[in-house]
């Protein structure tokens, strides 16, 4: 009922920034929260950081925040990451996802709608 495709990842040297946008087709994008979350290599899934529905409210994990900052446009049916003073701990695939509410815990099990991910590569 809805597609997420990320775009914006790539290479970048530490301490500098990229952009992440989520395109979002299908069911009605105004009407979910959205999430980011990101998968380093043999590791687990970790949560990002999401926003509701009408973009009035964010949170983010203590190891992006006051570096990422989340958004979304809803006529344009996007969401972004804009990520800055970029980690080569911040090195990952990362990944959009859609969920009915807007919530702060972090194992992404309320969101029923994921992307495909786009790699993000930090190099020191």
């Known amino acids: 009922q809805v597609q997420l495709v990320e775009s914006g990842g790539g290479l970048v040297q530490a301490g500098g920034s990229l952009r992440l946008s989520c395109a979002a087709s299908?069911?009605?994008?105004?009407?979910?929260?959205m999430g980011w979350f990101r998968q380093a290599p043999g590791k687990d899934r970790e949560f990002v950081a999401t926003?509701?529905?009408?973009?009035?409210?964010?949170h983010y994990a203590d190891s992006v925040k006051g570096r990422f900052t989340i958004s979304r446009d809803n006529a344009k049916n996007t969401v972004y990451l804009q990520m800055n003073s970029l980690k080569p701990e911040d090195t990952a695939v990362y990944y959009c996802?859609?969920?009915?509410?807007?919530?702060?815990?972090?194992?992404?099990?309320?969101?029923?709608?994921w992307g495909q991910g786009t790699q993000v590569t930090v190099s020191s």
């Open positions: 299908g069911r009605t994008f105004s009407s979910y929260a």
């Open positions: 926003i509701s529905w009408s973009g009035g409210s964010t």
């Open positions: 996802a859609a969920g009915p509410r807007f919530v702060r815990e972090h194992s992404g099990r309320g969101y029923s709608y």
